[in-house]
């Protein structure tokens, strides 16, 4: 049983997906659209993957402010969790994101990643550290 993490942001969704067991989650890419509110290639491109990784579960990042209330991002998070439920016919969980890109970004500084390259894959290691939290827990 596999499981999919989504970072989802305005214009790009990081993808990270764990292994057979359950145990790790894998950053696998991130996806990028010119504007926000155009999702359908967005959305084929992970029913692709999720068809290419045999996912039964999908966990996406929720956003919540710093102070536990829903902001904008959490909002269209929510109308994103309802398209992939319909889309795909897999759960879609809500989980908890704050400070997952600012872990992100410490690992890349860390792993000595130029600044100008992080940009390319901070959503999918963001990914993999929401995916990987979900997975912790259970």
């Known amino acids: 049983m596999r499981i999919m993490g989504l970072d989802f942001g305005s214009k790009t969704v990081g993808v990270a997906v764990s292994d057979a067991l359950g145990l790790t989650a894998q950053g696998v890419e991130t996806i990028t659209r010119k504007d926000e509110n155009k999702l359908?290639?967005?959305?084929?491109?992970i029913?692709?993957?999720?068809?290419?990784?045999?996912?039964?579960?999908?966990?996406?990042?929720y956003p919540k402010n710093m102070n536990d209330t829903v902001g904008e991002r959490a909002k269209k998070t929510e109308e994103f969790k309802a398209m992939l439920e319909r889309r795909t016919?897999?759960?879609?969980?809500?989980?908890?994101?704050?400070?997952?890109?600012v872990a992100a970004e410490e690992i890349?500084?860390?792993s000595g990643?130029?600044?100008?390259?992080?940009?390319?894959?901070?959503?999918?290691i963001a990914a993999g550290i929401i995916l990987q939290g979900y997975l912790d827990s259970i």
């Open 113 to 124: 990643v130029r600044r100008e390259h992080r940009k390319e894959v901070i959503d999918k």
């Open 89 to 101: 016919g897999l759960p879609v969980i809500l989980w908890d994101e704050r400070l997952t890109t």
């Open 47 to 61: 029913e692709t993957l999720i068809g290419e990784y045999e996912i039964e579960t999908i966990v996406l990042g």
């Open 40 to 45: 359908r290639q967005t959305l084929a491109r």
């Open 108 to 110: 890349l500084i860390e």
